[in-house]
């Protein structure tokens, strides 16, 4: 039971004899009875024996002896009290804590009699988060904060998962720490880390938090070199300015090029969250398409801001916004921010419940692109889409009306406004011998108005100027059988399936195009009613599509492949370029085949065949084979539809991409990829390309144990852009837990 020493001091004058003062070490604990409340400071305490030298007014505490005063706890073999200093001394398995739960051990330690401050020899502090400091002397003050003399830090694991004792992959080593448990903090006088024990980087003047919460300071630095830059150092600041706010500002200083500044600002609330970056430097550039010998570099401002948040009005309304927005067209690449070749930027309000879906948006888009003008590329405002679906059944089937509105404005090009107004009706129903069959109505009312069509260089895409209508009524029959059985070892399913869709007459060519060009026949499209994409496009004529579905289940082993055509009775080729694999009666054959085995392999193959060739007009294979930490992806595409020139976004291309990593053991790996460009005159008759082309590649080295991570990645890239020009980049990588990563 534990006892107050300041009882025991009371009574030690009325005992009659010593054997009253000591007990024996065969004895029980010391038991003393409690008062009813005791006076906060007094120091509680238990122990195996207690001795009492009444000349020179010590008490001897031995045997798994614990002091308790006001939250600081200390456990020892042996304490010591002068009550005339006041100093308590303790020997022997020391183990002191604070209230807030930091543990310190040590071979001795003299304290007060508050247990707050003191001084221990061979220190070693357990943090609340699970660091730790070690010290061969230690001064703890009264406020609980700690001085250190030849000092360790690390966050690092000290002992092995069977519990032997381990070297930390990191520590930082100091000539003096200081912490301060109430700011949770962590200073250094004289600093540097050490990595597998080898003396890294010198850091004078270091300061980190040690506890779960954002606290502001300097984050890891990070260090790359590339053949434009030169070698770069990144210095991040971290601010904490709010419990639901905080922002980061970085500075990148090159050996080549200016400055860079960059910053992060972040915010969370009840209703949403949202974040602002920018990058800003006065630096030369290169304008984009320049030819020839580089001409002289222009001096100038750069920079880029990107925003992105939503917010939640309540339990239907949301508001999302996004914007992006660079300098030139360079900027990006060139300080290795993003690859995009475009910016989006939109904002859209939202509205949605168990039946209906309202949005209120707006676009805008800035090229990248070399030779893509700027004034051409569209800004839509406002975009508009209204979608309801009946609760109830209308003659036994689903309804859902939609309403949509668009208009796309050009500085100089095309102008078109569109409005539509549809409805669709399916009826699902399945027979008593198995078959599911679906009967499909649907109608749609079109509005158009476009002027400046003479500025579209696609005339498949212009349309006529002015106003514009068309009707649209579909009809359509959609049957499926599956036939199910055990076959492989497993289950399989065949499901044969076959489509009728009807749709009169319409006048397609009339009406602007903005929103329907990538056409192309896959096995995504091939049983939709219109395999167009966007609303500006729709198939007419009457047309039958055909195919079959197969599965295969096993235990750790699933396969799924479809394959299909269609057959209409017109050709399409008056809206649908040529090799697109819809053009005439007979569409091409498309399939999917999908392969999975346990976790270790992932296949996809998609492809489409000439209908009256056989040959490959689109091949895609994208594969993954090995486990989570040791695998290999490999991604392959051609595409040789013989599309003609000048239709967008349709072009032949074939590339290979190959990516993988090897887990060498428990923490370290190698990783690496590659994109090659495999496109020659047999996919595009306009290139003069050789048929391998390196596009970008990449190998690199990491070390990851969950306390240290740290890689060396070199990627080399082969195009020129401007003054993004190719090269080497080498990115090292440091992250150490709780320094800022």
Request: charged residues 25%; negative net charge.
């Amino acid at each position: 039971m534990k006892s107050s020493i300041a009882l025991i001091a009371l009574a030690l004058p009325l005992a009659n004899s010593p054997n009253a003062l000591a007990q024996s070490d065969m004895d029980a604990k010391t038991s003393v009875a409690e008062p009813a409340a005791v006076p906060s400071d007094d120091i509680e305490f238990s122990a195996d024996t207690i001795d009492y030298d009444f000349e020179n007014d010590i008490v001897t505490a031995k045997g798994d002896v614990l002091l308790n005063r006001d939250g600081y706890k200390l456990r020892s073999d042996t304490v010591t009290w002068n009550r005339k200093t006041g100093v308590v001394e303790a020997t022997g398995n020391i183990r002191s804590t604070s209230p807030d739960g930091d543990t310190a051990y040590g071979d001795s330690i003299v304290l007060t009699d508050s247990l707050r401050d003191g001084i221990v020899d061979n220190l070693l502090l357990v943090l609340e988060d699970g660091s730790r400091l070690a010290a061969r002397k230690g001064e703890r003050f009264a406020d609980g904060s700690l001085s250190l003399d030849n000092a360790a830090y690390t966050a690092c694991a000290v002992t092995t998962d069977d519990g032997c004792p381990k070297n930390p992959s990191w520590e930082i080593k100091a000539v003096k720490v200081r912490y301060d448990p109430v700011k949770k903090r962590v200073s250094y006088d004289g600093a540097r880390i050490e990595i597998f024990g080898l003396p890294v980087i010198p850091l004078p003047g270091l300061s980190h938090p040690i506890s779960d919460e954002n606290r502001s300071g300097i984050l890891v630095p990070n260090l790359r070199f590339d053949s434009t830059n030169g070698v770069a150092v990144s210095l991040p600041y971290y601010f904490n300015l709010a419990p639901n706010q905080d922002a980061t500002i970085t500075t990148q200083v090159f050996t080549e090029v200016a400055p860079l500044i960059s910053g992060t600002f972040r915010n969370l609330d009840e209703k949403g969250a949202f974040q602002m970056t920018g990058y800003a430097t006065y630096s030369s550039r290169i304008p984009t398409g320049a030819a020839g010998p580089l001409p002289d570099a222009e001096k100038d401002f750069r920079g880029y801001f990107a925003t992105s948040g939503r917010f939640i009005l309540n339990e239907n309304w949301t508001i999302s916004q996004s914007a992006r927005l660079v300098s030139d067209r360079t900027f990006l690449r060139r300080y290795d921010i993003s690859d995009d070749d475009s910016l989006r930027s939109t904002i859209n309000v939202e509205r949605i419940d168990d039946s209906s879906y309202f949005s209120l948006a707006g676009w805008a888009f800035q090229t990248l692109r070399a030779g893509d003008p700027q004034n051409q590329v569209p800004v839509a405002l406002p975009v508009l889409d209204y979608r309801k679906r009946f609760v109830e059944p209308i003659w036994g089937g689903n309804t859902e009306i939609q309403l949509n509105s668009l208009a796309i404005e050009r500085a100089e090009g095309q102008d078109t406004q569109r409005a539509f107004a549809s409805a669709r009706w399916d009826l699902r129903r399945l027979t008593s011998m198995g078959q599911e069959i679906t009967l499909t109505g649907f109608a749609r009312g079109d509005v158009y108005n476009s002027d400046d069509n003479a500025l579209n260089e696609a005339g498949i895409y212009s349309g006529e100027s002015g106003w514009q209508t068309r009707g649209i009524v579909t009809a359509a029959l959609d049957i499926k059988w599956p036939f199910i059985g055990e076959a492989f070892g497993g289950t399989q399913t065949v499901t044969p399936r076959f489509q009728v869709v009807a749709t009169p007459a319409i006048s397609n060519l009339d009406l602007p195009n903005e929103d329907s060009r990538s056409v192309d026949l896959e096995d995504t499209n091939l049983f939709a009613l219109n395999r167009f994409p966007g609303y500006d496009r729709y198939e007419d004529n009457v047309r039958a599509t055909y195919g079959v579905e197969w599965n295969l289940s096993r235990p750790n082993l699933s396969i799924n492949a479809i394959v299909g055509q269609s057959y209409r009775l017109a050709n399409n080729s008056n809206i649908v370029p040529e090799g697109t694999g819809l053009s005439e009666r007979f569409s091409d054959i498309v399939g999917r085949t999908e392969i999975r085995f346990k976790d270790v392999v992932k296949l996809t193959h998609r492809y489409r065949l000439d209908k009256d060739s056989a040959a490959v007009r689109r091949n895609e294979i994208d594969a993954t084979v090995g486990s989570k930490n040791t695998y290999m992806q490999i991604g392959y595409l051609r595409l040789n539809r013989n599309i003609g020139a000048g239709v967008e976004d349709l072009s032949d291309r074939e590339e290979v991409r190959i990516g993988g990593r090897y887990q060498i053991d428990r923490y370290w790996s190698v990783f690496g990829s590659a994109i090659v460009d495999l496109t020659d005159a047999r996919e595009d008759p306009t290139s003069s390309a050789d048929g391998f082309e390196p596009v970008r590649h990449r190998v690199g080295v990491a070390y990851d144990d969950g306390c240290l991570s740290l890689g060396v990645t070199w990627r080399y890239d082969y195009d020129d852009t401007g003054d993004d020009q190719r090269g080497s980049t080498f990115l090292f990588r440091l992250a150490l837990r709780n320094l800022g990563v």
